[in-house]
Structure formats: C-alpha cells, structure tokens
C-alpha cells in the first residue's frame, strides 16, 4: 500500500516555464490537498479537491491551477513559473466523513524557479 | 481569523530530558487538533488527533493532551530518533473550506546523546 505518492521528486524550472505536479492515492480518499511549505512559514492551503471532478481555491491559489479527473489523482500546474513559487509541495488526502480528515501526506516534490 | 501558534520554535533536549511543546489555538469552534512529525525532506507523518477539552492519547514517548485554547505534546525520557519537526493543525467546525487544516509553523526538536 503506497499511500500518497508525488511525483516528480525534484525539479528546476526557469521563469516562466510551465509544468505539473501529480499526486497519486491508493486509499480511496475523497479529499485531496495541496499545500506549500516555506521556511518559517508553516504549511499553507493552495487548492482541494473534495471529490472527482471538483476543484477549489485554499489561501495562497494565485499563479496555480488544478484538476481532478479521476478520484485517485490531483494535478497541480504552474503555466507561468516565478522565483516566488520555489517552495516545497505537499499532497494530501483524507477520508473526511470517516476518518475525521486525518490527512496522508505524500514525500513533497522541491521546485526551483531560477 | 484562525490561528495557531506553536512555542517553542526550537527545542534542544539531552536524550531522557523530558519536555512539552505547545499549540495555542484560535478558531471559532474545533472540530479537531492534529500533531504531526516531519523529518528532513519527507512529508508530515500523522501522530495524533484530540476533539474534546480533557482528552488525552499516547505513543510510545509522546502524549497529546487538549484544553479549550491549546495543547501540549509531553515527550517523556526523548531519545535522538525523535529528533524531528512537530507539527500541530487544527480544523474549525463550518467554513467555507470543508476539511481544511491550519497548520502552525511547527517545533524543531532536537535531541542530543
């Protein structure tokens, strides 16, 4: 059982590229998440999902974009990449209606944007 | 708006030197409070979840205790292997983000042999 996976692991993007991020669970989990975590700023919100098909924006959604086209999986992507979006991205899931949204987090993947 | 701070922000204990860390919160309403471990370069690990003042839970070397405003992660004779970053997040009941986490910006525990 893999749990959440997030791939890829690593990458270096140069500004104004573009890519995506995926998230994969196993757990049949309603809920996905994703969050960004900086130095000294805790984790932060960018969107969710709360079931196939439907997206929404957390705190920080500006320069981010998602989809959820099939339950297990949760794209992040970035279409224009700024130095202020070098981060550490987390993907999240959880059975909210029975597990009291105990969220899984995935292994992050570390982006750069030079 | 909802916050949650965590103190201190940096803990350095000597192995079998007990020690709390906390998590004061401000929600309107807790649905429940979450701790979690993150190592270096991985994700959040899942260690406990507290929904009512007085509730306690237990693992190994940590207790999770939960009043009306905070909680506190008691770490009992800590050995390096919990060296790690503490994480504490709590839900709020209704909103217009069904689920959603505040996460505090964490404690980095260290402990030395």
């Known amino acids: 059982n893999a749990g959440v996976t997030q791939t890829p692991k690593f990458r270096v993007l140069k500004t104004g590229q573009s890519m995506t991020l995926l998230c994969a669970q196993d757990m049949n989990h309603e809920y996905m998440y994703w969050y960004r975590q900086d130095p000294g700023m805790g984790l932060r919100l960018i969107h969710y999902s709360v079931g196939e098909g439907t997206t929404a924006k957390g705190e920080v959604p500006d320069g981010y974009n998602v989809s959820r086209l099939k339950k297990q999986n949760f794209l992040l992507g970035l279409e224009s990449a700024a130095p202020s979006q070098t981060s550490v991205y987390f993907c999240?899931?959880?059975?909210?209606?029975?597990?009291?949204?105990?969220?899984?987090f995935g292994a992050g993947t570390r982006l750069s944007v030079l | 708006e909802d916050q949650v701070t965590q103190s201190p922000e940096a803990l350095r204990l000597q192995e079998g030197e007990s020690s709390s860390l906390n998590c004061s919160y401000t929600v309107s309403g807790l649905r429940g409070l979450f701790w979690y471990r993150q190592d270096p370069g991985k994700g959040p690990e899942f260690l406990f979840t507290l929904y009512s003042a007085g509730e306690e839970k237990e693992k190994e070397r940590l207790k999770a205790t939960l009043t009306k405003k905070e909680s506190f992660l008691h770490i009992t004779a800590p050995k390096p292997e919990d060296s790690a970053t503490y994480l504490c997040a709590v839900q709020a009941r209704g909103g217009s983000t069904l689920g959603r986490l505040y996460f505090g910006r964490g404690t980095q525990l260290t402990v030395w042999p």
């Open positions: 999240a899931s959880s059975n909210y209606a029975v597990a009291k949204n105990i969220q899984y």
